[in-house]
């Protein structure tokens, strides 16, 4: 199983940015999709994640409102796109998949709730 991130880089505080997640090894439509993140100095951090027929979840005291999380399950990819950016938004942001474990399974929010981790990708918000 690969995860493999993209679209990080540098930007200015208020613009966007939108990254992708791509998969492959694994039966896509059957996985929960999610975006974490990690600062310099601080823990991982949920930020997102999305079922496979669109029920999403979010980090409400911190992205709500500004990110959003979509998927195509025939590209096997899964997009965050993040709007009005702040600095504090600056991290290293990892994808990762939780198989769905049963129709009834809540949208998982913790990093030990996921199976298959991607390598991450940084974003950097400049003031």
């Known amino acids: 199983v690969q995860l493999q991130a993209s679209g990080g880089g540098l930007v200015q505080a208020g613009g966007s940015l939108r990254l992708s997640c791509a998969a492959s090894?694994?039966?896509?439509?059957?996985?929960?999709m999610g975006w974490f993140r990690q600062a310099p100095g601080k823990e991982r951090e949920f930020v997102t994640a999305i079922g496979s027929s669109g029920v999403s979840k979010y980090n409400e005291n911190s992205v709500k409102g500004r990110f959003a999380i979509s998927r195509d399950n025939a590209k096997n990819t899964a997009y965050l796109q993040m709007n009005s950016l702040k600095p504090e938004d600056t991290a290293v942001y990892y994808c990762?998949?939780?198989?769905?474990?049963?129709?009834?399974?809540?949208?998982?929010?913790?990093?030990?709730?996921?199976?298959?981790w991607g390598k991450g990708t940084l974003v950097t918000v400049s003031s």
């Open positions: 990762a998949a939780s198989r769905i474990r049963s129709i009834i399974m809540a949208v998982p929010t913790t990093p030990t709730d996921y199976d298959y």
């Open positions: 090894g694994l039966a896509f439509s059957s996985y929960f």
